[in-house]
């Protein structure tokens, strides 16, 4: 467990072409949409002032290739944003993104991703705020695939 405040970086003030993998899965998929919203509403159990928000993996300036190789997801299929994209799309309803730096055991680059509405970190995803995310998805094959 980490004691002090857990670090955020503002992705409104990172490289606007950074790739962000939210999660192994397929995002837009319909049946998700619970069990995303069900996730973001979890306090981290190794961060516990992280209060809500999605598992994710991030680097400026990481590709897809080195992240999607460093999470060794089971899923077949990944789910990545480009930050500009996800900063437009959360911006059009409202909100704008925002990380906590969480590494854990394994994955140096590990993140939460939390949405924030008048400088408010929300503690569940609405639905505007998901559609947006679903919005920003691009579904990809993952050829790192590993296997349970």
């Not at 072409?17 to 949409?33: M, Q, T, W, Y």
């Not at 992280?50 to 300036?61: D, E, I, N």
């Not at 590990?110 to 947006?132: F, K, M, N, S, Y």
């Amino acid at each position: 467990m980490v004691s002090g405040p857990t670090p955020t970086i503002d992705l409104t003030t990172v490289n606007t072409l950074s790739e962000l993998v939210l999660r192994g899965g397929n995002f837009a998929d319909p049946a998700s949409r619970h069990s995303i919203q069900a996730q973001y509403a979890r306090v981290n159990a190794h961060y516990p002032d992280v209060r809500a928000g999605l598992s994710c993996l991030f680097r400026p300036g990481a590709s897809l290739d080195a992240l999607a190789r460093e999470g060794a997801y089971r899923n077949s299929k990944l789910s990545v944003a480009i930050v500009q994209r996800l900063v437009t799309e959360l911006g059009q309803v409202g909100y704008h993104p925002m990380l906590y730096v969480t590494p854990v055991q394994g994955y140096p680059d590990h993140h939460t991703l939390v949405v924030v509405r008048a400088g408010i970190i929300q503690q569940t995803l609405a639905d505007d705020a998901l559609d947006a995310l679903i919005r920003t998805m691009m579904i990809v094959d993952n050829p790192y695939r590993t296997m349970p």
